[in-house]
Nanobody
Framework: QVQLVESGGGLVQAGGSLRLSCAVS????????MGWFRQAPGKEREFVGT????????YYADSVKGRFTMSRDNAKNTVELQMNSLKPEDTGIYYC????????????????WGKGTLVTVSS
């Protein structure tokens, strides 16, 4: 059974930082590119970033570029999202997802999804 479990969400003031983690089980982790996505209240889910199978390549949405950083540890089957200089518009449920191919700027093509972790950024 494939499981993706996000953690690390919470309430933070604008300008602060959070580090999200996603633990993956039930698949050969290094066979999957990983993505982070988010969904703000009343809005559609959107792409945040992606990291390739070994972590050599990352790609970010323009809205988070320079503030968010993805990393992965294939020995621990985890992927992380370091979020700095947070803004109120970063508020939402953050999901990690796994895909056999690297996806960019889309929520389509992901094979497995976690249930999400809530990030709230207060102004």
């Amino acid at each position: 059974q494939v499981q993706l479990v996000e953690s690390g969400g919470g309430l933070v003031q604008a300008g602060g930082s959070l580090r999200l983690s996603c633990a993956v089980s039930g698949v050969i982790f290094s066979n999957y590119a990983m993505g982070w996505f988010r969904q703000a209240p009343g809005k559609e889910r959107e792409f945040v970033g992606t990291i390739s199978w070994i972590g050599y390549t990352t790609y970010y949405a323009d809205s988070v570029k320079g503030r968010f950083t993805m990393s992965r540890d294939n020995a621990k089957n985890t992927v992380e999202l370091q979020m700095n200089s947070l803004k109120p518009e970063d508020t939402g449920i953050y999901y990690c997802a796994a895909a056999r191919a690297v996806v960019r700027d889309t929520t389509k093509g992901m094979n497995y999804w976690g249930k999400g972790t809530l990030v709230t950024v207060s102004s």
